[in-house]
């Protein structure tokens, strides 16, 4: 069959098979836990700006956010009670995802999907019906276990099912899902806030069920991924899964099935993952982006921009309706232009991506500050007018439109592809839980900012997109087609790199005994 061919280009070999109707219907499946996130992203901005929620579960807040009377634009919305509120699900989810490590490699990613599905489907469904502040607050927590169970489940069940051609287009599908729960929150608390009563958060909260839905109901009908399955012992089963995902005949998978056999046996070698991850010397290079990636991505400001939207509009002096179709427009924004990292990632290669759309943002952050200090300067009294209003969201757009094709897809392809697996499941947990506590982080500190720095916290958020960017150029090589198993040996030739893998298996360590006798004997 002309498809059993392995080609070799030239570095990395590629082996047979397509993107069939199967892996993409899987990939999609757990893609929606990008969705979750993003939803819950979106809402909370909605919810924290709600009136009838507020005098529900915050009465003292609303009652002083009417009594005070504040000239300071930028001191407007500076509570931490709010804040925290908005943090504890991400505070959960940085929790959960140490426990996906383990629950990930025990009974393998597709039911860590669904575990994280039916959590945050109860949690949706606590929230909708909540009257009291202990049953939200337990819903939230729920909701938070969901998400940290799914943003770590799901990228690496789309890197391991993918072929390493496609893999990047197919695991952009998990922040494209990002960004249409990101957009669906928008336009839920845009019609939901006109309903009479003042229960459409409720509806809200609720809604929030049908993408967790999705994925149990979803993952009850794809396949663990074939690594999985390896790695718990299930060996024909595993080939199966690989012939059918790839489209072709178990003799033609024979090679690729090989090398994840032998990368499987590799990492039953790693007796205590976590400790060699922290303090053995192979993963080194590994190590630093689990923990820089996902700290970088938050310091680029996405989620103050995102989950504050509203507020923020409402800040500058946007009307309240005006403030939430302005997020929606981002929202749009997001949506669209994630397409390009879609498209592009496994052409241009993920560095492109990264360096194109940073410089675009801190050109962007720069002139977002720069309208806001001239209208506002450091009192932060005045209203913005019209066409200043126009620049800001248009400025937003362009910054948000940068992060769709590099910090927000490429941020959570890199992790997923980079770690081998000895480590991959717990690599994924800390960059999960970095991500999670940094989010939670810069949300509760984001508002305070916004009134100590004023305009300056974007020049603040600029200043580290410039420094990433050259963390980026400097540091990052090139993974795109590169199959998962053969990720390893780019690390021992980046020129960087190289310098600082020890390399402790038994191969290595023969292959430097000869060369130390052969020294010895000349």
């Known amino acids: 069959m002309p498809g059993a061919v392995i080609v070799h280009h030239a570095r990395y070999k590629t082996y047979p098979g397509e993107v069939t109707g199967y892996v993409f219907y899987s990939c999609l499946v757990a893609s929606v836990g990008g969705c979750i996130f993003g939803y819950d992203i979106g809402l909370t901005a909605g919810l924290t700006s709600t009136e009838s929620f507020l005098i529900m579960f915050f009465p003292d807040i609303y009652r002083q956010q009417k009594e005070q009377v504040i000239t300071n634009q930028y001191c407007k919305f500076d509570s931490q009670e709010l804040s925290l509120f908005g943090s504890s699900l991400f505070l959960s989810a940085a929790v959960a995802s140490l426990f996906a490590s383990l629950m990930a490699r025990t009974f393998g990613r597709k039911w860590t999907l669904f575990s994280a599905a039916s959590?945050?489907?109860?949690?949706?469904?606590?929230?909708?019906?909540?009257?009291?502040?202990?049953?939200?607050?337990?819903?939230?927590?729920?909701?938070?276990?969901?998400?940290?169970?799914?943003?770590?489940?799901?990228?690496?069940?789309?890197?391991?099912?993918?072929?390493?051609?496609?893999?990047?287009?197919?695991?952009?599908?998990?922040?494209?899902?990002?960004?249409?729960?990101?957009?669906?929150?928008?336009?839920?608390?845009?019609?939901?806030?006109?309903?009479?009563?003042?229960?459409?958060?409720?509806?809200?909260?609720?809604?929030?069920?049908?993408?967790?839905?999705?994925?149990?109901?979803?993952?009850?009908?794809?396949?663990?991924?074939?690594?999985?399955?390896?790695?718990?012992?299930?060996?024909?089963?595993?080939?199966?899964?690989?012939?059918?995902?790839?489209?072709?005949?178990?003799?033609?998978?024979?090679?690729?099935?090989?090398?994840?056999?032998?990368?499987?046996?590799?990492?039953?070698?790693?007796?205590?993952?976590?400790?060699?991850?922290?303090?053995?010397?192979?993963?080194?290079?590994?190590?630093?982006?689990?923990?820089?990636?996902?700290?970088?991505?938050?310091?680029?400001?996405?989620?103050?921009?995102?989950?504050?939207?509203?507020?923020?509009?409402?800040?500058?002096?946007?009307?309240?309706?005006?403030?939430?179709?302005?997020?929606?427009?981002?929202?749009?924004?997001n949506v669209f232009s994630t397409f390009v990292a879609l498209l592009t990632a496994d052409k241009v290669g993920r560095r492109a991506l990264f360096l194109q759309g940073g410089t675009q943002m801190i050109i962007s952050q720069i002139l977002v500050g720069t309208f806001i200090g001239l209208q506002f300067g450091l009192s932060g009294t005045g209203a913005i007018s019209e066409q200043y209003a126009m620049c800001i969201v248009l400025f937003v757009c362009v910054y948000v439109?940068?992060?769709?094709?590099?910090?927000?897809?490429?941020?959570?392809?890199?992790?997923?592809?980079?770690?081998?697996?000895?480590?991959?499941?717990?690599?994924?947990?800390?960059?999960?839980?970095?991500?999670?506590?940094?989010?939670?982080?810069?949300?509760?500190?984001?508002?305070?900012?916004?009134?100590?720095?004023?305009?300056?916290?974007?020049?603040?958020?600029?200043?580290?997109?410039?420094?990433?960017?050259?963390?980026?150029a400097v540091v990052l090589p090139e993974t795109k087609c590169v199959p998962l198993e053969e990720v390893s040996h780019v690390w021992r030739k980046h020129w960087f790199w190289r310098k600082y893998i020890v390399d402790t298996s038994a191969d290595a360590r023969g292959a430097e005994m000869r060369k130390r006798i052969a020294l010895e004997m000349s």
Request: hydrophobic letters at 50%; charged letters at 10%; a neutral charge.
């Open 119 to 333: 959590a945050y489907v109860l949690g949706a469904c606590m929230g909708g019906v909540a009257t009291t502040f202990p049953v939200l607050l337990t819903g939230r927590l729920l909701l938070g276990v969901g998400v940290g169970l799914c943003i770590h489940a799901s990228p690496l069940y789309i890197s391991e099912m993918a072929p390493a051609q496609q893999r990047g287009m197919l695991n952009i599908l998990f922040q494209f899902m990002i960004t249409i729960g990101i957009l669906s929150a928008s336009l839920t608390n845009y019609f939901t806030a006109k309903f009479i009563g003042g229960w459409g958060w409720r509806v809200g909260l609720a809604l929030g069920a049908v993408p967790g839905g999705v994925i149990a109901l979803g993952s009850l009908a794809i396949p663990d991924t074939p690594i999985s399955l390896l790695t718990r012992g299930d060996t024909e089963t595993a080939r199966a899964v690989l012939s059918q995902i790839r489209g072709i005949g178990p003799d033609d998978v024979r090679q690729e099935f090989d090398d994840l056999v032998s990368a499987c046996e590799e990492s039953k070698a790693v007796v205590n993952p976590w400790r060699e991850l922290f303090f053995g010397g192979r993963y080194k290079p590994q190590l630093v982006f689990a923990l820089t990636v996902p700290f970088f991505q938050q310091l680029t400001g996405i989620n103050v921009i995102m989950f504050y939207a509203p507020v923020l509009f409402k800040t500058m002096g946007f009307r309240q309706d005006a403030s939430i179709v302005s997020s929606v427009i981002t929202g749009l924004v």
């Open 401 to 472: 439109a940068g992060f769709a094709w590099s910090w927000g897809p490429m941020g959570w392809l890199i992790p997923s592809e980079v770690y081998p697996l000895g480590v991959r499941s717990q690599a994924q947990s800390i960059t999960v839980a970095v991500n999670m506590c940094f989010t939670a982080f810069i949300g509760q500190i984001f508002l305070t900012l916004l009134c100590h720095l004023r305009f300056g916290l974007f020049f603040f958020f600029g200043a580290w997109l410039l420094l990433m960017t050259l963390f980026i």
